[in-house]
């Protein structure tokens, strides 16, 4: 079945080396972006810590749980009978 969406297309490995790259002032982010196939704003949050959920090269996806996951994963065994 084709993949549908153009988000999250980057490899998490890739981010980390970026990452790496950027903070050893190997290239700039415009350049680190092109060369790791990365979108350049998520290079950028990434880089300022921006992210609310998000660190590092760690990849997720939606929105953010309002529940710590431990309430969240009781309640699902609540209601999974």
């Known amino acids: 079945m084709p993949e549908h969406g153009k988000y999250g ?12 790259a950027y903070k050893n002032g190997v290239a700039g982010l415009n350049e680190l972006a092109r060369r790791y196939n990365i979108p350049k704003a998520t ?3 990434r880089i ?9 090269s760690e990849k997720k996806f939606g929105r953010a749980a309002d529940l710590p996951p431990e ?3 009781e309640s699902k065994s609540c209601f999974a009978a």
């Not at 297309?9 to 790496?20: I, T, Y």
């Open 9 to 20: 297309k980057w490899d998490s490995g890739a981010m980390q080396e970026a990452l790496n």
């Open 71 to 73: 309430i969240e994963e």
């Open 43 to 45: 290079l950028e949050r």
């Open 48 to 56: 300022d810590n921006k992210n609310k959920n998000i660190h590092g």
